[in-house]
């Protein structure tokens, strides 16, 4: 199974803060991944998909890159909303993986 | 809108089956890739099976393989998770989800996804 690593497991920011989250496939998954938001009891909801691809209704605060095994997800202005967990997930090969998550709280 | 809305999950003793819904609708359920998601308490996301739009293909993730199994049935709009031999290891939310591929394709990223259901497995 292809390994997913997310880093960091977790940080602090303020809103108005650019921040990014790294993701690290064990093996080349091409673009071939994509990344979801996830608040409290809540289910996950899509942000982008094949890397970089925003899916419709997302802000265009979010974006995506990469390719390969090296992946990152950013967030240009951090709103009070976005305050979550954000989780990669490769679509390369079966079985799905996802990273272990990165929660983005308040500082 | 498209809406999935899982039943079926409580408290089951380990060694024991419990079979999962998920009834679809706002969408061509019968053209469309399912698949079942879960997350334990506290913890991350894990991916535990797909089926292609008209039951000829799944996957299933190593975990769960052999004792579970994913279903559908296209006249009623739902998808089914046969879960046998339960360990403490299977307790979480399990979440059905949509393929966002639709048209006999799959695209394996999901959207969008049930409320969840949840699974305790405790004696």
């Known amino acids: 199974a292809i390994r997913m690593t997310q880093s960091p497991s977790s940080f602090s920011a303020s809103t ?30 899509l942000l982008i998909y094949a890397a970089s691809t925003l899916q419709s209704g997302v802000p265009s605060r979010f974006s995506g890159s990469g390719s390969g ?12 909303e976005d305050f979550a967990t954000y989780y990669c997930q490769q679509y390369y090969s079966y079985p799905l993986t996802f990273g272990g998550g990165t929660k983005v709280e308040i500082k | 809108q498209v809406q999935l809305v899982e039943s079926g999950g409580g408290v089951v003793q380990p060694g024991r089956s419990l079979r999962l819904s998920c009834a679809a609708s706002g969408f061509t359920f019968s053209t469309y890739g399912m698949h079942w998601v879960r997350q334990a308490p506290g913890k991350g996301l894990e991916w535990v099976a797909i089926i292609s739009y008209d ?20 006249s009623k709009n739902t998808l089914y998770l046969q879960m046998n ?9 399990y979440y059905c989800a949509k393929d966002q591929a639709g048209r006999g394709r799959v695209y394996n990223w999901f959207d969008p996804w049930g409320q969840g259901t949840l699974v305790t497995v405790s004696s």
Do not use: H, M
Request: charged content about 20%; overall charge positive; aromatic content about 10%.
């Open chain 1, 16 to 45: 108005g803060d650019r921040v990014t989250i790294t993701c690290r496939a064990s093996q080349g998954i091409s673009s071939y991944l994509a990344w979801y938001q996830q608040k409290p009891g809540k289910a996950p909801n």
């Open chain 1, 69 to 80: 095994t090296d992946f990152t997800l950013t967030i240009s202005c951090l709103q009070s």
């Open chain 2, 55 to 74: 039951g000829t293909n799944i996957y299933y993730a190593d975990s769960v393989k052999g004792r579970f199994t994913i279903s559908r049935d296209n």
């Open chain 2, 85 to 93: 031999s339960l360990t403490t290891e299977d307790a979480a939310v």
